[in-house]
Protein backbone atom coordinates (compact mmCIF):
# COMPACT_ATOMS: atom_id res chain seq x y z
CA UNK A 1 0.00 0.00 0.00
CA UNK A 2 0.98 3.51 -0.98
CA UNK A 3 -0.63 6.51 0.45
CA UNK A 4 -0.69 9.76 -1.89
CA UNK A 5 -1.34 13.29 -0.36
CA UNK A 6 -1.79 16.36 -2.27
CA UNK A 7 -1.42 20.03 -1.48
CA UNK A 8 -0.07 23.38 -2.81
CA UNK A 9 -3.31 23.89 -5.13
CA UNK A 10 -5.18 27.22 -4.50
CA UNK A 11 -6.65 30.28 -7.04
CA UNK A 12 -4.42 32.04 -8.98
CA UNK A 13 -4.56 34.65 -11.86
CA UNK A 14 -3.88 34.10 -14.99
CA UNK A 15 -0.38 33.74 -16.14
CA UNK A 16 0.49 32.75 -12.33
CA UNK A 17 2.29 29.98 -10.92
CA UNK A 18 1.59 26.91 -8.22
CA UNK A 19 3.75 24.12 -7.52
CA UNK A 20 2.07 20.75 -5.95
CA UNK A 21 3.34 18.53 -3.96
CA UNK A 22 2.70 14.57 -3.46
CA UNK A 23 3.72 13.23 -0.40
CA UNK A 24 3.89 9.72 -0.26
CA UNK A 25 4.59 7.19 2.53
CA UNK A 26 4.46 3.45 2.80
CA UNK A 27 6.45 1.30 0.45
CA UNK A 28 9.71 2.24 -1.05
CA UNK A 29 9.00 5.23 -3.30
CA UNK A 30 11.32 4.48 -5.81
CA UNK A 31 9.78 1.88 -7.12
CA UNK A 32 6.99 3.96 -8.62
CA UNK A 33 6.59 5.59 -11.59
CA UNK A 34 4.39 8.81 -10.66
CA UNK A 35 2.11 10.86 -12.66
CA UNK A 36 -0.20 14.33 -12.57
CA UNK A 37 -3.34 13.84 -13.88
CA UNK A 38 -6.21 16.27 -13.35
CA UNK A 39 -9.76 16.52 -14.21
CA UNK A 40 -12.28 19.51 -14.87
CA UNK A 41 -15.74 19.67 -14.25
CA UNK A 42 -17.50 17.16 -16.94
CA UNK A 43 -14.54 15.87 -18.37
CA UNK A 44 -12.75 12.66 -17.87
CA UNK A 45 -9.35 12.79 -15.98
CA UNK A 46 -6.44 13.85 -17.77
CA UNK A 47 -2.98 12.46 -17.96
CA UNK A 48 -0.65 15.70 -17.42
CA UNK A 49 2.92 14.56 -16.66
CA UNK A 50 4.82 10.99 -15.31
CA UNK A 51 8.47 10.79 -13.70
CA UNK A 52 10.52 7.39 -14.07
CA UNK A 53 11.20 6.24 -11.34
CA UNK A 54 15.12 7.15 -11.14
CA UNK A 55 13.54 10.65 -12.18
CA UNK A 56 16.12 10.37 -15.09
CA UNK A 57 12.70 10.51 -17.30
CA UNK A 58 9.78 13.10 -18.08
CA UNK A 59 6.53 13.08 -20.42
CA UNK A 60 4.31 15.84 -20.91
CA UNK A 61 0.67 16.23 -22.52
CA UNK A 62 1.34 19.04 -25.25
CA UNK A 63 -0.83 21.85 -23.64
CA UNK A 64 1.54 22.33 -20.51
CA UNK A 65 4.94 21.25 -22.12
CA UNK A 66 7.61 24.43 -21.33
CA UNK A 67 4.96 25.36 -18.75
CA UNK A 68 4.77 22.60 -16.43
CA UNK A 69 7.64 20.77 -15.06
CA UNK A 70 7.64 16.92 -12.95
CA UNK A 71 10.03 16.33 -10.47
CA UNK A 72 10.37 13.60 -7.31
CA UNK A 73 12.91 13.54 -4.64
CA UNK A 74 13.03 10.02 -3.87
CA UNK A 75 14.96 10.72 -0.18
CA UNK A 76 11.90 12.77 0.58
CA UNK A 77 9.44 10.25 -0.77
CA UNK A 78 8.13 13.68 -2.86
CA UNK A 79 6.59 14.16 -6.33
CA UNK A 80 6.40 17.47 -7.38
CA UNK A 81 4.46 19.50 -10.12
CA UNK A 82 5.56 22.88 -10.85
CA UNK A 83 2.91 25.11 -13.33
CA UNK A 84 4.17 28.18 -14.58
CA UNK A 85 2.21 30.82 -17.03
CA UNK A 86 -1.08 28.98 -15.82
CA UNK A 87 -3.93 29.61 -18.10
CA UNK A 88 -7.93 28.96 -16.84
CA UNK A 89 -7.74 25.84 -19.07
CA UNK A 90 -5.82 24.60 -16.38
CA UNK A 91 -8.33 24.70 -13.98
CA UNK A 92 -9.07 21.50 -12.79
CA UNK A 93 -8.45 18.95 -9.37
CA UNK A 94 -5.23 17.64 -9.57
CA UNK A 95 -4.21 14.12 -8.89
CA UNK A 96 -1.25 12.16 -7.98
CA UNK A 97 -1.22 8.90 -8.81
CA UNK A 98 1.80 5.80 -8.23
CA UNK A 99 2.31 2.96 -10.95
CA UNK A 100 4.29 -0.28 -9.51
CA UNK A 101 4.68 -2.24 -12.85
CA UNK A 102 5.11 -0.56 -16.33
CA UNK A 103 8.18 -0.12 -17.51
CA UNK A 104 7.38 2.87 -19.15
CA UNK A 105 5.58 5.82 -18.41
CA UNK A 106 1.72 5.55 -19.27
CA UNK A 107 -0.88 7.90 -19.88
CA UNK A 108 -3.84 5.49 -18.57
CA UNK A 109 -5.66 6.54 -15.43
CA UNK A 110 -6.44 2.65 -14.66
CA UNK A 111 -2.60 1.44 -15.23
CA UNK A 112 -2.45 3.43 -12.03
CA UNK A 113 -2.80 1.36 -8.58
CA UNK A 114 -2.51 4.19 -6.34
CA UNK A 115 -4.16 7.92 -6.58
CA UNK A 116 -4.20 10.78 -3.73
CA UNK A 117 -7.29 12.64 -2.70
CA UNK A 118 -6.51 15.53 -5.42
CA UNK A 119 -5.98 18.92 -4.94
CA UNK A 120 -8.01 22.28 -6.67
CA UNK A 121 -6.54 24.35 -9.05
CA UNK A 122 -8.05 27.56 -10.36
CA UNK A 123 -7.11 29.79 -12.79
CA UNK A 124 -8.75 33.19 -12.72
CA UNK A 125 -8.62 35.09 -16.09
Known amino acids: QVQLVESGGGLVQAGGSLRLSCAAS????????MGWFRQAPGKEREFVAGIKRSGGLTYYIDSVKSRFTISRDNAKNTVYLQMNSLKSEDTAVYYC??????????????????WGQGTQVTVSS
Open 26 to 33: GRTFSNYI
Open 97 to 114: AADAFSPVIRTTPSVYEY
